[in-house]
């Protein structure tokens, strides 16, 4: 759907942008997407060896993996704020700058304190990604192309996870976890040069109510759909952030699977995952298009998704760990939900507060960010068992139904 002209862009400004140009700049998204989630992960892969070299034990490693989510959290509705406000090609150029500065220097840390500060960082960097790319998509789709695109730009941080799965271990093995982290973060900065040549210094909205600068300040008012987007959204990262923070451990530990084996294994999930994602998307719109009703869609399609994540509560318990990883790969099918989620978001946020919804949807599913690792190291110490931490992680997911179903109405902006 081509964009209206506008009457006399300023300089730098693309007016009516094309589609292949649109389609480049979420490509460029998936790209930072994938880095993104590569820099927040690789800290789950080589937990094992990094924990064994500073002492660290569950309780311990839960403090670690929890750090980022302090800041990470913390800066989403600010950083939803600005994306609304500010131009979204430097913001989100500076914002990548510093979250990879942070995981390159993480390769020099040498105590525990050092390593959460760092981590502290990174999420204050990595905040954006969601937000600004949300805010991005609203402006460059129409509402009823509004599944696919975060679909695509998000299966970004499933694919960073697979890669990480692939090449964290091999980069361990081959030069140990400081160098590690030192090349996956320096070397990423290399995407700040396609970013800032594709990008343009402005983008007028292909709907014109989804103004790129609104016109006075907005409020972003807790009524009751961003209410019921929020909670389901805790839920769904709940069970989300158990398998990006533990699931490498528990690989090494229960399963007694190598670091490289673990990796390959863990790669897997994340990989349907990531696939899922933009399915996902792409057969909401397709069904939207073809006169489907958008609620029952969206809804339709996150149920469905929600209630394979019930296959963790067996992966933990079978005695076969092919068994086991078959279990949570079929589970990793969750990411069926992941676009329609974005898409029920747009669809209720006001035109001119999608970024700040999104920062405030994404600041209290990760708390459960925060939570997720913390309860799970806790659950462990407890009990020596990690079966009742994913059985734990299974029925929080699927408890989020109810806030969707129940509390969130039919899909459209809020007066």
Not at 72 to 88: E, K, T
Not at 115 to 127: A, D, H
Not at 223 to 242: K, P, Q
Not at 338 to 351: E, G, K, V
């Amino acid at each position: 759907m081509a964009a209206p002209e506008a009457a006399a862009p300023s300089p730098g400004s693309v007016a009516a942008i094309s589609n292949a140009h649109r389609w480049s700049i979420v490509g460029l998204l998936f790209t930072a997407s994938m880095l993104n989630y590569m820099d927040r992960a690789t800290i789950s892969i080589a937990l094992p060896r990094l924990s064994a070299d500073l002492g660290l034990g569950p309780s311990s490693k839960g403090v670690l993996l929890s750090a980022f989510f302090w800041s990470y959290a913390l800066m989403q509705i600010p950083i939803g704020w600005l994306s609304d406000r500010v131009n979204l090609r430097w913001l989100y150029a500076g914002a990548f700058t510093l979250w990879s500065l942070a995981q390159g220097l993480t390769g020099f840390a040498g105590s525990l304190a050092v390593l959460i500060g760092l981590r502290i960082l990174l999420g204050l960097g990595e905040s954006i990604y969601l937000p600004g790319g949300t805010r991005i998509v609203s402006l460059l789709f129409a509402r009823a192309e509004r599944g696919l695109p975060p679909g695509l730009f998000d299966a970004g941080t499933r694919t960073g996870l697979f890669l990480d799965g692939l090449l964290i271990p091999w980069l361990l093995v081959a030069f140990g976890w400081g160098s590690m982290f030192s090349i996956v973060g320096f070397a990423a900065l290399v995407w700040l040069i396609p970013w800032l040549l594709v990008f343009p210094g402005r983008i007028d909205p292909v709907e014109p109510s989804a103004s790129y600068e609104p016109k006075r300040p907005a409020r972003a008012k807790f009524n009751r759909n961003l209410f019921g987007l929020c909670l389901g959204f805790f839920c769904f990262d709940y069970y989300w952030y158990l398998l990006v923070t533990w699931l490498p451990d528990y690989l090494v530990t229960v399963r007694h699977l190598s670091l490289p084996q673990a990796g390959m294994s863990a790669a897997l999930p994340y990989f349907v995952f990531g696939i899922s994602q933009p399915l996902g998307g792409w057969i909401g719109d397709r069904l939207i298009r073809r006169g489907w009703d958008e609620t029952r869609v969206r809804k339709g399609l996150l149920t469905a998704a929600f209630l394979t994540g019930l296959l963790l509560i067996p992966a933990a318990r079978v005695e076969s760990t092919t068994a086991a990883v078959a279990l949570i790969v079929g589970g990793s099918l969750v990411g069926l939900s992941t676009a329609n989620i974005m898409a029920m978001l747009q669809a209720c946020a006001p035109p001119n507060q999608v970024a700040l919804w999104t920062g405030i949807e994404n600041f209290v599913g990760n708390l459960a960010g925060i939570l997720a690792p913390l309860v799970t190291g806790l659950v462990i110490s407890a009990t020596g068992l990690y079966a009742p931490a994913f059985a734990l992680a299974a029925a929080v997911l699927v408890a989020g139904l109810l806030s969707y179903w129940l509390i969130v109405g039919k899909l459209g902006p809020t007066p």
